[in-house]
């Protein structure tokens, strides 16, 4: 009995010990580890690229930062292209829900040197989000374009297109405010004005939208101004009509959704019949009261478009507001767009005539005049058909737009 209880405090002293050197070798481990954590952490802090602030974190003298929200859209994507032909540092915020990244890499290949572009992925709607943004970047200026903008879509949707673009921009604002972002261009549009009794348009036309895309950016536009009364903002207003065309050398164009096709502009659906990716156009109201029954329309090359931000930008002054529309001054009925677009491509395009689509208004066309004599700008690609050839050669190299998201 004595031996057996000698045998049993012998096994459990080995046991004990076995325990004790596990132990202390698994705190050995623990504490490699920290020290190698520690080793790396100082060996990376001797490292420059460590140590040095972020470009986008700082202002630098000579060099304005533009936070460019919806820059990975269509004309988002041209304005920050444009922007950084013009040496500014840019940041594009989107959450590629209609925009593209693959526009985004086109721009980082052009433009890759450190500084110059950036890219975060975010949604407007997130107000953590957006202040963590402004807090880590020092912006100088703000071009903010992200929006869902189809009409048609407006009128089945209402409740996403005044969270998109009303309260969306109202989170910009504060942003804006709380971190002292002084220089807003906002890009708006003709739609506010709805369906005026005159023509042209002028920036003293009444605004009556008709649609919840043109009241979205109207009641956008009155939050904006309201808020200049309190503070020393320079603010810049944009009210553009219809959209065409590309960048002329080919490096960016027009990549909707597949599934938006049927809400999208009317030169994305000219050429996706064009390349037979839909059997034909339609063409949604021929009795309108114009000279061809047809809806009559103001269209406007993007790089005039982004042209007359920059100009905006540039003539952008404390405690100032300008309002100006952007357009060609003058009008082109859809089934004239159609025939130019038929010259384009060399196609004869099929066109079906279909009733009106719901929201939409019978002509609408700009005064520049304005917009000419503020701030010098004009348009000068104002040939229909040859923005759309320029367009067109875009399009046909990029049958899958940019690619996969």
């Known amino acids: 009995m004595l031996n057996y209880n000698r045998s049993r405090n012998q096994s459990r002293a080995g046991m004990d010990y076995l325990e004790s050197r596990r132990k202390q070798h698994f705190l050995g481990k623990i504490l490699m580890a920290a020290f190698l954590t520690a080793v790396c952490i100082f060996i990376l802090k001797q490292s420059p690229r460590f140590s040095e602030t972020s470009a986008f974190s700082q202002h630098e003298l000579g060099v304005s930062h533009v936070l ?15 922007l950084l032909k013009d040496s500014y540092r840019v940041t594009i915020v989107d959450n590629l829900s209609r925009g593209n990244i693959g526009a985004v890499k086109v721009l980082q290949k052009l433009f890759p040197e450190p500084g110059r572009l950036q890219f975060i992925f975010a949604d407007l709607g997130d107000t953590k989000a957006v202040d963590r943004i402004f807090s880590q970047n020092a912006f100088d200026a703000v071009m903010h374009f992200a929006a869902v903008a189809y009409v048609g879509e407006s009128t089945l949707e209402p409740l996403r297109y005044y969270h998109n673009i009303t309260a969306n921009t109202l989170v910009i604002l504060e942003a804006m405010d709380k971190h002292s972002v002084k220089t807003l261009i906002y890009s708006s549009t003709c739609a506010t004005y709805g369906e005026p009794k005159k023509m042209p348009i002028t920036e003293g036309t009444p605004q009556v939208p008709i649609n919840p895309y043109g009241k979205a950016k109207k009641m956008a ?3 904006i101004l309201d808020f200049t009364k309190t503070t020393d903002m320079a603010v810049m207003i944009l009210r553009y009509f219809n959209v065409i065309g590309s960048d002329p050398e080919g490096r960016l164009g027009e990549a909707p959704r597949p599934e938006l096709r049927e809400q999208g502009r009317i030169s994305g659906a000219c050429f996706d019949a064009a390349r037979g990716i839909i059997s034909g156009l339609k063409v949604r109201g021929t009795d309108y009261p114009t000279h061809d029954g047809t809806c009559i329309r103001d269209y406007i090359d993007v790089t005039d478009l982004v042209d007359a931000h920059v100009k905006a930008l540039d003539k952008a002054q404390p405690k100032k507001v300008g309002i100006y529309n952007v357009g060609t001054g003058k009008g082109r009925s ?7 677009c038929k010259k384009a491509t060399g196609i ?14 019978a002509e609408v066309f700009s005064d520049p005049s304005k917009i000419h004599r503020e701030l010098n700008w004009s348009a000068k690609h104002a040939d229909l058909e040859e923005s759309l050839k320029v367009a067109w050669r875009w399009q046909k190299l990029h049958r899958n737009g940019y690619g996969s998201s």
């Not at 460019?68 to 988002?76: L, S």
């Open 68 to 82: 460019v929200t919806g820059g990975a859209g269509y004309i988002g994507s041209h304005a920050s292209l444009r």
């Open 221 to 223: 536009e009155d939050i």
């Open 334 to 340: 859809v089934k004239e767009f159609v025939e130019a």
């Open 348 to 361: 004869d395009i099929k066109v079906d005539y279909l009733e009106r689509r719901p929201g939409d208004y």
